[in-house]
């Protein structure tokens, strides 16, 4: 039993010399309500606005240090002197409703007495948006009145052995019936665009979808496909242009297998000779390791006209390996001014499965 207790009071005195955790320092700065709901507002009738009232319930002043919001629509104003003991402040929040139709959530975060003071409003709502123009809904305009949502496609990472769609919207802003067709600066088989009307009245509305298909084509890296639409037989010379880069596809990979595969981590993808004469050569080493669980393979190059790097397709690097390899910059026939070329790498790294090394300089 004494032993017992000499325990229990050596225990005792050791959690005594443990530091205990220090409890956050209460704020002083106490709003009156820290959330307002604007309930249902229409985007034609412009910025609305919400008083916030709080007092300084501590012993000493303060003043406001800074309040910082979620987006760029919400802009608060606030008491800029010093808040006295049992004083009043106010945190005025304006928010503009302009192009954001639908339900809003923003948070303001005001901070004062040296960051002692942390203290978050909330302001919600529901936004009924105005009604669009043509031009606003479809600001891109083809020819004889024919508009479109957009004219650039980026459809990110192409799954080779697969097929991925992005589609853009299409509208006839003229007093007239026009026909469409589509007209491929170059026809691949693997892009196609389908219209989903290609007689349109006035009025009238369409979708086209514009889709890769790499189930049968053995491509790697960046693909960029150009066409135009043919309006009542007329090819228009607005340029529509869709872009990917083909990779590997990893969409049947579950989450494990995903954290355990390839990672490529480089020493850099980016360098600077400074300037240098037309015709000079110019090489700069770069590392690539492999901090991955799986072999990191490099699938695909893609020289540029000014670079090349001392890498090779097929190249695997075990998990744990480091290589060192070297890029090459050539401005022979190169203009003066700035200038940059790069290399492109396609990599079995389902994080990040295209890397550029890009080298510039300045042209004397």
């Known amino acids: 039993m004494r032993t017992f207790a000499i325990l229990l009071s050596t225990l005792g005195l050791f959690f005594q010399g443990i530091p205990q955790a220090q409890s ?38 303060f003043v406001i240090e800074r309040v910082t919001t979620t987006c760029g629509c919400t802009t608060p104003e606030y008491t800029r002197a010093p808040i006295l003991p049992g004083r009043n402040g106010t945190i005025k929040v304006t928010f503009n409703p302009e192009s954001r139709p639908g339900p809003f959530q923003k948070t303001i975060t005001v901070t004062s007495r040296s960051s002692q003071n942390q203290n978050q409003l909330h302001i919600t709502g529901v936004v009924i948006g105005r009604p669009r123009s043509p031009e606003e809904e479809y600001p891109v305009a083809v020819s004889g009145g024919l508009r479109t949502t957009r004219q650039t496609c980026g459809l990110g990472y192409l799954p ?25 600066a170059k026809k691949n088989n693997y892009f196609t665009v389908v219209l989903s009307q290609k007689t349109l009245p006035p009025g009238g509305k369409g979708v086209m979808t514009l889709s890769y298909d790499l189930r049968e084509a053995d491509l790697w890296g960046r693909l960029n496909d150009e066409f135009h639409l043919v309006i009542n037989g007329t090819p228009a010379k607005t340029r529509f242009s869709a872009t990917g880069i083909a990779t590997e596809d990893f969409s049947s990979l579950s989450q494990q297998e995903l954290d355990q595969a390839a990672k490529a981590v480089f020493s850099s993808q980016y360098y600077h000779f400074g300037n240098l004469k037309a015709g000079s050569i110019r090489k700069r080493e770069f590392t690539i390791t492999n901090s991955g669980n799986q072999p990191l393979r490099i699938q695909h ?11 090779h397709e097929g190249m695997t690097l075990n998990p744990g390996q480091r290589i060192t390899f070297t890029a090459t910059l050539n401005t022979t026939g190169v203009e003066s001014g700035r200038f940059m070329d790069n290399t492109v790498i396609i990599l079995n790294d389902p994080q990040r499965p295209m890397r550029e090394i890009r080298l510039a300089a300045t042209i004397l």
């Not at 700065?29 to 606005?49: C, H, L, P, R, Y």
């Not at 006839?172 to 007209?183: C, G, H, K, R």
């Not at 190059?301 to 890498?311: F, R, Y």
């Open 24 to 61: 956050k320092t209460p704020s002083t700065m106490k709003f009156t309500e820290e959330s307002w709901n604007f309930g249902t507002i229409q985007e034609a009738d412009g910025e609305v606005s919400h008083t916030f009232v709080f007092t300084n319930t501590g012993q000493d002043p």
């Open 160 to 184: 080779r052995g697969g097929t991925k769609s992005t589609t853009v919207e299409y509208m006839n802003n003229s007093p007239t019936t026009i026909a469409l067709d589509v007209a491929y």
């Open 301 to 311: 190059l893609k020289q540029g006209p000014h670079t090349t790097v001392t890498l």
